[in-house]
């Protein structure tokens, strides 16, 4: 007989995002494990409200990180959340070989490169 152990796993909300970004804007200390929770809430505590932020989608060439948060290389920091393209952007060409990835979340904000920040909707929730 094989027993199989069955993981149900919950994904990011916008209801979550919202939470953690107001516990951050409150001041109110809470540890998450979740990437995208922890952007949002360090986004609060720094005065940034995301309440009234669009939901946008968008894609990627190539599969967003384990975490869902976009790494600078070139200055060696985080982004605000996961980097993608909209239909506006202008996509560089050395991508265009990979495979295409859709994401949607709420707007975060404008990375270091000017391209659209989103809280990724597909991201696992850790906590």
Same mark, same amino acid.
């Given at each position: 007989?094989?027993?199989? !152990?069955? =993981?149900? !796993?919950?994904? =990011?909300? *916008? /209801?979550? =995002?919202?939470?953690?970004?107001? %516990?951050?804007?409150?001041? /109110?200390?809470?540890?998450?494990?979740?990437?995208? +929770? *922890?952007?949002?809430?360090?986004?609060?505590?720094?005065?940034?409200?995301?309440?009234?932020?669009?939901?946008?989608?968008?894609? !990627?060439?190539?599969?967003?990180?384990?975490?869902?948060?976009?790494?600078?290389?070139?200055?060696?920091?985080? /982004?605000?959340?996961?980097?993608?393209?909209?239909?506006?952007?202008?996509? !560089?060409? /050395?991508?265009?070989?990979?495979?295409?990835? %859709?994401?949607?979340? +709420?707007?975060?904000?404008?990375?270091?490169?000017?391209?659209? +920040?989103?809280?990724?909707?597909?991201? %696992?929730?850790?906590?």
């Amino acid at each position: 007989m094989y027993l199989y !152990r069955v =993981i149900i !796993r919950e994904m =990011i909300t *916008k /209801e979550q =995002i919202l939470i953690a970004n107001k %516990e951050g804007l409150n001041g /109110e200390y809470v540890g998450y494990y979740t990437p995208i +929770l *922890k952007v949002a809430y360090n986004l609060g505590c720094k005065g940034v409200d995301l309440s009234n932020n669009a939901i946008v989608s968008g894609f !990627r060439y190539g599969k967003a990180p384990e975490s869902f948060v976009s790494f600078n290389y070139a200055e060696n920091f985080c /982004e605000n959340g996961l980097s993608i393209y909209t239909e506006k952007s202008v996509v !560089r060409s /050395e991508f265009l070989n990979r495979e295409r990835f %859709e994401y949607t979340g +709420l707007f975060s904000g404008t990375g270091s490169d000017d391209e659209v +920040l989103i809280l990724c909707f597909d991201a %696992e929730n850790l906590d």
